[in-house]
């Protein structure tokens, strides 16, 4: 992800992601930083994470619903 904010490597992460396909609450994921670089003359951050524990959604149900999403953006950017 891109951030502004200076994280450390091995900082603990909290992830939310609001919606997802149909699933009917938001997704909450905990991790920890482990890469992070910013390209020369950048003022942002990128920052890698590394999913440690799914707290209210399985990782399978999670990466269903991602690829859905994903599968579903590219559709949408081929037919204009």
């Known amino acids: 992800m891109r951030t ?12 939310v992601v609001s ?8 997704s909450y994921i905990e991790g920890r930083v482990v890469r992070r670089e910013r390209a020369e003359g950048d003022s942002k951050l990128t920052v890698g994470i590394q999913f440690v524990r799914f707290v ?7 990466v269903e619903k991602l690829a859905a999403w994903e599968a579903e953006a590219a559709d949408e950017s081929a037919t204009g």
């Open 4 to 15: 502004a904010l200076d994280f450390r490597l091995d900082a603990d992460a909290r992830i």
């Open 19 to 26: 919606k997802l396909g149909d699933l009917p609450t938001a």
């Open 56 to 62: 209210n959604v399985s990782r399978e149900e999670f």
